[in-house]
């Protein structure tokens, strides 16, 4: 599995009041979310992320509450996957579940950059500077889970 897309770049701490604030949490609907999606961070994303963009973050992203909705707001927007030094441990699991390949990787790169990451052969390259990063490759297990659109779906689709 092979993803392509501009990177937008985020700190430290991203937590998920920052990625859809408490009161948009009324809703569901994931068009909803996603039209909010990062807002306490840089309240203009939504309207400037494009499918396909990856979110490149620092430590500790998705802390905060276990709320579904931010990984579900993160997807929805367009958002191929999320690279970061580190996620909250529910949060990665959240992104899982859903079909959002998050990676565990500290890399060099800058919001603009296009990044090419292979989740099976375990590896980020970026595309505009040419460097490469080695990444721990996903299980046969979790790639199947992402293949499938998310856990419900692989659920669905092998009983």
């Given at each position: ?55 490149l973050g ?60 292979d989740l ?10 040419n460097k ?28």
């Amino acid at each position: 599995m092979t993803l392509k897309g501009k990177v937008w770049k985020f700190g430290d701490n991203i937590d998920t009041d920052v990625i859809i604030p408490g009161r948009y949490l009324r809703t569901f609907s994931p068009n909803d979310l996603s039209a909010h999606v990062m807002e306490g961070e840089r309240p203009d994303f939504a309207s400037i992320v494009q499918k396909g963009d990856i979110i490149l973050g620092g430590r500790n992203f998705g802390c905060g509450s276990s709320r579904e909705q931010a990984t579900i707001a993160i997807k929805n927007s367009g958002v191929d996957a999320i690279v970061a030094k580190s996620f909250a441990r529910i949060f990665y699991r959240n992104a899982i579940n859903i079909g959002l390949p998050v990676v565990i990787a500290d890399i060099d790169a800058d919001e603009g950059d296009i990044i090419e990451i292979d989740l099976k052969s375990g590896s980020i390259h970026n595309l505009i500077t040419n460097k490469s990063f080695k990444i721990r490759p996903f299980k046969d297990f979790l790639l199947n889970i992402l293949l499938d659109g998310g856990i419900v779906n692989h659920y669905i689709k092998h009983n």
